[in-house]
């Protein structure tokens, strides 16, 4: 007997969506994309990935031409016509650092309006631990089919890298937590047909739930470690790129690289979650707090030294420009979301400064809308002091001769401080002398 091929709906078309449906409808599956985004939907429908990203453009082209993707706004006629329902929507965190869950309860009643006995309903949506059995199921019970015994429920969180997302998707290894043992066995089927990476079973859902913010709490903070290790650097006069590079010589260390913040909408929000619900169950997450604290000051850092130098050779903040090179929240991306870009522009333009800025991919509405404005290269690198935030390509041929006015917070250690001293440029940054 020919076995039986599922059918796939995937609520929400973003970042990580988009390519899953993709991967999965390249793989046979016959794939229906839910997007509240009509202009997502229509972009999807006529071939074109609506997100940038290497690979993403060919691969939806080829995927709707042949009939095994499509893309729609109306939930229940694709729900009742699959049997595997996929939620990947985005979980901010809201003013207080609490996450709002409102997209996911959102998908989750669409898919409980519709749901069916033998249905498997699995999150990759990024939740506090205990989401799926506080949250998501009661909502899946509403019309009075009972999880485990009616339908299967389980819980696999994404960890692809942007700009590398494809590439990951089909190579890492990826985590899953079911209801129950048959929840996780038909999710590992599942996945191991996208992947060549381990598929790994854990024990149940909030376990599954808890490893993905584990991993980026631990580089979150690991930055923030990092950070902290540089600003007390500077105040001892050590450069601190140097001491973490040699220090990493030791087989058993492995310090980040400090910089001006840390932004993207996956590091700077997660490790929040676990903070959250700690909080919740009277057990404060406190080094996790503070390595988000830190990270977050970053930015108001890098402003501290600007002014400092500035004041160094009498040019106030409020009489000086400042050319920012790179807004994006790293390297090679368009994706400023979270950015330690726009705290440290807006504290710049607070204190009185005039704030152009460049990034050779991030567009001049997002640049304009922080509050700087959108110049050329060239003209950044006029500005009395040069502030490079983003370690862009482009930026690693910048000479000494090209910083015009001989100031230069370079956040990034993609240049030799030492080859810009030479030739009389004040060379100084986050971890710098
Ligand atoms: N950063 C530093 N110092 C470092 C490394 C990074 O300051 O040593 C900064 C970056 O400049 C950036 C931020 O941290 O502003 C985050 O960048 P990233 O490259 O570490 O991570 P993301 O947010 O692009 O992707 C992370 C990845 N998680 C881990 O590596 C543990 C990715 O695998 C996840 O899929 C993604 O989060 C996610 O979706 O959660």
Redesign the pocket.
Known sequence: MAEKIDKITIFGLGH?GLPTAALFAKNGFNVVGVDINQKTVDKVNSGVSSIMEPGMDELVKEVVSKGNLRATTQSSEASKNSNVLIVIVPTPVDENKCSDLSAVISACHMIGNDLKKGDLVIIES?IPPGTCEDVVIPILEKNGLKSSIDFKVAYTP?????NNTLF?MTHNARVIGGIDSESSKRAVLLYEKITEGKVIAVKNLVTAEMV?LM??T??DTN?AL?NELAMACESMGIDAIDAITAANYHPRVNI????P????????I?PYFIVEIADKKDNPAVLIKTARDINEHMPYHVAEIIKKTLAEFNKPLNKSTIGILGVA???NVADARE??AEPLIRALCGGGGEVMAHDPHVSREIIENMGASFVEFEKALKCDCVVLITDHEEYYNITPEMIENSIFICNRPILDPEEFRKQGVIFRGVGRL
């Open positions: 990580i990024t994404e960890r692809a890298l942007p990951e993905k991993e980026n631990f580089r930055i990092a980040h690289t400090p910089g913040g840390v932004g993207g909408h996956c590091l700077s997660d929240y790293k390297a950015t330690p």
